[in-house]
């Protein structure tokens, strides 16, 4: 069954930088695009970031401001989001989804301290 993992959250400080990953498995990862996205207390899910199959094709949300990089290693099945830079309004808990599959990962708390 399609799977997805997500880690690599935890608590840091305004300015840090997190790496997530996002482990896939049950599908051919390689086949699809792969989506980051966030829910803050109270806020609706947001899109963080997208990549193509290939990884040669992002797009980001408004907010992200060249702040944050998503990647992808079709070798390991694994999608990345590094995020640097990072303000108190980045708090959320992040989530791996490939849209076609309507597969959501049980997400990773990203917590900034001011």
């Known amino acids: 069954q399609v799977q997805l993992v997500e880690s690599g959250g935890g608590l840091v400080q305004l300015g840090g930088s997190l790496r997530l990953s996002c482990a896939a498995s049950g599908f051919t990862f390689s086949f699809y695009a792969m989506n980051w996205y966030r829910q803050a207390p109270g806020k609706e899910r947001e899109m963080v970031a997208r990549i193509s199959v290939s990884g040669s094709g992002t797009t980001y949300g408004d907010f992200v401001k060249g702040r944050f990089t998503i990647s992808r290693d079709n070798s390991k099945n694994t999608v990345y989001l590094q995020m640097n830079n990072l303000k108190p309004e980045d708090t959320a808990v992040y989530y791996c989804?490939?849209?076609?599959?309507?597969?959501w990962g049980q997400g990773t708390q990203v917590t900034v301290s001011s």
């Open positions: 989804n490939q849209p076609i599959l309507n597969s």
